[in-house]
């Protein structure tokens, strides 16, 4: 069965630096997604992207933040200058058609630590 | 903003019995879907079942069936016949109807953590 993979599976990384976060969704899905989970709270919508572009956002998509689908299959995240408190698990996700009728298929997320 | 509140941090049960995981949800909307995701360790979040708030009958999937009090605001799953297999944060989630405002992603419950007996 299709699954969405994300690499790597642990990021770790110094205050300051610029991470990429990557995922590749499955094939025939149109719509993506990021999700982030601070160790002991919820996991939380970051932002959704159709089209090459981003469909919404959240308020904690804030302009550190970038995505983009470079090639055919991979969809990134990058978190321009990262602070100690973007240190979470990132789930990205993808479905085939638009929300609210589609269900979203989650990858195995990455855990980022900034140090 | 919608909210959604599971208030079991951890539950335990005996393999083969049944047991009910609990999720209460605050929102002003009248059209909306409820979602159960099971994230078994080191797996992926995947779908165990959704409900469309229109629709009065409570989803059933297999062993797994929704207990869903639009009312209330409560959206409980039952797991009968529990296995070894079941063991994962389980997560409640919610989502709009409708677009914008970050409806697009879905608003989850912090989860509960299921234990299997053996």
């Known amino acids: 069965e299709p699954e969405v993979t994300q690499t790597p599976s642990h990021q770790v990384t110094q205050m300051g630096q610029e991470v990429i976060l990557r995922c590749v969704p499955i094939?025939?899905?149109?719509?993506f997604y990021w999700y982030r989970q601070i160790l002991g709270q919820k996991v939380e919508f970051l932002v959704s992207?159709?089209?090459?572009?981003?469909?919404?956002k959240s308020e904690i998509f804030d302009d550190q933040f970038s995505v983009e689908r470079p090639d055919g299959s991979n969809f990134t995240l990058k978190i321009r200058s990262t602070k100690l408190e973007d240190s979470a698990m990132y789930f990205c996700a993808s479905s085939v058609r638009r929300p609210p009728t589609d269900t979203q298929y989650f990858g195995p997320g990455t855990r980022l630590t900034v140090l | 903003a919608q909210t959604v509140t599971q208030s079991q941090p951890e539950m335990s049960v005996q393999e083969a019995e049944t047991v009910t995981l609990s999720c209460t949800y605050d929102?002003?909307?009248?059209?909306?879907?409820l979602f159960w995701y099971k994230q078994p360790p080191s797996r992926q979040m995947i779908l165990v079942i959704r409900q469309e708030a229109y629709k009065q009958q409570n989803a059933t999937e297999n062993r797994f069936s929704v207990n869903f009090q639009k009312a209330a605001k409560s959206f409980s799953l039952k797991i009968s016949d529990s296995q070894l297999g079941d063991a994962a944060m389980y997560f409640c989630?919610?989502?709009?109807?409708?677009?914008?405002?970050?409806?697009?992603?879905?608003?989850f419950g912090k989860g509960t953590h299921l234990i299997i007996q053996p």
């Open positions: 992207f159709y089209n090459n572009e981003i469909s919404e």
């Open positions: 929102t002003s909307e009248s059209d909306y879907y």
């Open positions: 094939s025939n899905h149109l719509y």
């Open positions: 989630a919610y989502r709009s109807e409708y677009s914008g405002g970050g409806a697009d992603g879905l608003t």
